[in-house]
């Protein structure tokens, strides 16, 4: 999938939803003064940045597979320990944090439940949230429902690890997580107009950013094409809602 961009290509395309969200999540945990903390699959920074307003630098921890990424966090939080490397092998001793979180990473992880298993072996507490595509209510859902109007057959995010209702939960409890607690948090994000809106999704980012960059110019202008009969004229919001979960290890 196409994470290996550059982070403002990624900021444009989905970061007016995850910063925000950012936002609800560390308020959810109850990220504290004097609490280690690790954000696993940081990408460029978003949450790390809010670690570090309430923990410090020297407090928080970071990691990412995507080397523009980890790039652009080192950028971003000076003085964090951004690391380049994957949630299935995390790099740190058992217990070396207090909390570790992953903010809309767990469905692309290679294996969710050893991506769990392993925050809860360097953590005492687990959080993490993941869009809800599965209902039609996640950022995407517009985007995802033009086109499979136009090919049915088209795979969309609503299959990906921890996106149904229950899923997340579900992984956390495989992954040998405990005290469990599911929830949902949700942002609305305004735009001045279908322009904005679309623009993002001709950047290469995600699986959404795949699918286009996969069609033909035919093919791109009529699902340009669907969406904008999916969307209001002129200014709108979008509602997004992701599912969340706190756990202990």
């Not at 903390?37 to 597979?65: N, S």
């Not at 993941?130 to 995407?140: K, M, Q, S």
Request: aromatic letters at 8%; proline letters at 6%; glycine letters at 12%.
């Amino acid at each position: 999938m196409a994470f290996d961009v550059a982070a403002d290509r990624y900021h444009r395309f989905m970061g007016r939803y995850s910063e925000p969200l950012a936002d609800q999540f560390v308020e959810l945990v109850g990220v504290r003064g004097g609490m280690r903390a690790v954000d696993v699959g940081c990408g460029p920074g978003v949450l790390t940045a809010r670690l570090v307003e309430r923990l410090g630098a020297d407090h928080v921890a970071a990691l990412d597979p995507s080397p523009p990424f980890v790039a652009a966090a080192r950028e971003r939080c000076p003085g964090v320990d951004v690391r380049e490397g994957t949630a299935e092998r995390l790099p740190y001793d058992d217990g070396a944090f207090d909390v570790a979180l992953t903010n809309l990473v767990v469905h692309f992880m290679s294996d969710p439940v050893a991506g769990l298993a392993e925050m809860g072996r360097v953590a005492g507490a687990v959080g993490a949230t993941v869009w809800n595509h599965a209902t039609g209510t996640g950022p995407l859902s517009t985007f995802w429902q033009a086109a499979k109007d136009l090919d049915p057959d088209v795979a969309d995010e609503a299959a990906l690890p921890g996106t149904g209702e229950g899923d997340l939960g579900a992984l956390a409890r495989e992954a040998g997580l405990r005290d469990v607690r599911e929830g949902t948090l949700t942002v609305v994000v305004p735009y001045s107009g279908f322009d904005e809106w679309w623009e993002p999704y001709t950047l290469g980012v995600g699986p959404a950013g795949d699918h286009v960059q996969r069609l033909d110019e035919a093919g791109r202008e009529r699902l340009r094409t669907r969406c904008a009969e999916l969307l209001p004229d002129g200014p709108f919001e979008i509602s997004a809602t992701a599912w969340s979960v706190v756990a202990h290890a």
